[in-house]
């Protein structure tokens, strides 16, 4: 009789990816976010930011999968990265991410060392942005990577993604690199030796204190009209 031998498939331990394997996604983001960045600058060229919920939108859980695919535990980054439920936005790391990607960071294998083993007394999620020069050289945030040039990189664009809110007290100073929550270009409505009134659009959610003789609010797309003093 003749004997049929089957040859059994054995699995290849060769990995089928490789650490490049993100880059189409990672271009595409890259591509996106400045795209976003264009038009918000196209409606009001003094704020360049990227908002918040637009970020979400492009950083799904399903594209977040995509850019650790080559991590070890990808989906518990994930996690700590966009929590599910109702979790506190400024204990995600989400604008980080944004920040990475617009700055074409990519050792993504070093997220969790950098930014999920947090030093004492010192937690590296979105709630602590901004982060200064002085504690991303004092922590050498950025000193496992290739790049010496990503930590000035990084300082310089996280403020695109924290435009401040008026009239919220704070104990962070801000400084000249942060930007004002504006989605509209500015309209002068008077002015005089004292200062100038100009109106302008906001975000609902970054004004969050005013006289309400001054807003037209418009409930529909969560923006308001302020009239903006200045000297």
């Known amino acids: 009789m003749r004997r049929i031998s089957k ?8 990995p089928q990816t490789t ?28 704020c360049d930011v990227i908002w918040y919920d637009d970020l979400r939108e492009h950083l799904t859980e399903r594209t977040l999968l995509q850019i650790f695919i080559n991590c070890h535990g990808a989906k518990h980054l ?4 966009r929590p599910s439920g109702n979790v506190d936005p400024k204990s995600h790391r989400i604008k980080i991410v944004g920040i990475l990607i617009l700055i074409g960071f990519s ?3 070093l997220f969790e060392d950098i930014f999920l083993k947090s030093s004492p007394g010192r937690e590296r999620n979105d709630g602590e942005l901004p982060f200064t020069m002085e504690e991303m050289q004092d922590q050498g945030l950025f000193r496992q990577c290739s790049n010496d040039r ?8 996280q403020f695109r993604f ?13 400084s000249k690199l942060h930007r004002l929550p504006f989605c509209s270009k500015e309209i002068r409505r008077g002015g005089g030796a004292s200062g100038e009134v100009y109106k302008r659009v906001i975000r609902r959610a970054y004004l969050q204190k005013w006289d309400s003789s001054s807003v037209e609010a ?8 302020a009239m903006i003093w200045t000297q």
């Open 162 to 174: 924290l435009p401040i809110k008026i009239w919220n007290p704070t104990k962070k100073p801000y």
């Open 19 to 46: 650490l490049n394997d993100n880059g189409d996604i990672l271009n595409e983001l890259q591509t996106s976010l400045k795209k976003l960045l264009r038009e918000q600058r196209d409606r009001a060229p003094d």
């Open 7 to 14: 040859r059994m498939s054995m699995p290849s331990l060769i």
């Open 150 to 157: 990503l930590a000035s990189d990084f300082y310089d664009q």
């Open 78 to 81: 994930v996690k700590n990265i």
């Open 218 to 225: 418009d409930e529909k797309d969560e923006k308001v009209c």
């Open 107 to 109: 050792q993504w294998d």
